[in-house]
């Protein structure tokens, strides 16, 4: 009789909050502190741990962009994530040119001119093609991290994220590593 109850605490689990807000939070189903079971409410020592490791994970458009004395700006690409994050800043503010410095591949560059095309057209695709843009970034908010997206290798050093919504006109966005730098090749 013993043993049955020592087993039976060992197999109790515990169900806890780690954070109170993100891109799923709006979600049908989905439990914050504010709607959580009042057995699920973190604690205030487990809210303010929540709060530390959100920061510590949040990635701000301002945290990815380095300002050096000069005022020249450099943006930190290390992951499809950043690419997802620079391109909606530039898409959202039309402010292409350090886009197109620092984050259109130099192998998208190469096939605009092996096309015979300037590859400054890839920002007047990017201009008119705006809103689908925008819905595709919208629908991929972390990246390769957003749940059910996956980053697939497509050869050549080429990795694309893929939405599986028909509804959308635009639906893959391909990147590249180019001397340790994530780099956008093309939206599809």
């Known amino acids: 009789?013993?043993?049955?109850?020592?087993?039976?605490?060992?197999?109790?689990?515990?169900?806890?909050?780690?954070?109170?807000?993100?891109?799923?939070?709006?979600?049908p189903g989905a439990q914050t502190a504010e709607n959580a079971p009042a057995h699920k409410?973190?604690?205030?020592?487990?809210?303010?741990?929540?709060?530390t490791q959100k920061e510590d994970l949040a990635l701000k458009p301002g945290s990815l962009r380095v300002e050096d004395q000069d005022?020249?700006?450099r943006?930190?690409?290390r992951s499809p994530r950043h690419v997802v994050i620079h391109l909606r800043q530039a898409v959202l503010e039309d402010?292409?040119?350090?886009?197109?410095d620092q984050l259109?591949?130099?192998?998208?560059?190469?096939?605009y001119r092996r096309a015979g095309r300037d590859p400054y057209e890839s920002i007047d695709q990017l201009r008119e093609n705006r809103e689908d843009v925008l819905k595709l970034l919208q629908r991929m908010p972390?990246?390769?991290?957003t749940p059910g997206m996956y980053l697939r290798p497509r050869g050549r050093g080429v990795y694309r994220l893929e939405v599986e919504d028909h509804r959308l006109k635009l639906r893959k966005l391909d990147t590249i590593w180019e001397s340790g730098v994530c780099k956008f090749v093309i939206v599809k």
Do not use: H, W
């Open 41 to 51: 409410r973190p604690t205030p020592s487990g809210l303010a741990q929540a709060q």
């Open 75 to 77: 943006l930190i690409s």
């Open 1 to 27: 009789m013993v043993i049955s109850a020592l087993m039976l605490a060992a197999c109790a689990s515990e169900d806890r909050i780690v954070s109170t807000s993100g891109p799923l939070r709006s979600l």
């Open 142 to 145: 972390m990246g390769e991290f």
């Open 71 to 73: 005022g020249n700006i």
């Open 104 to 111: 259109l591949s130099n192998l998208a560059k190469a096939e």
């Open 95 to 100: 402010d292409y040119e350090l886009f197109f």
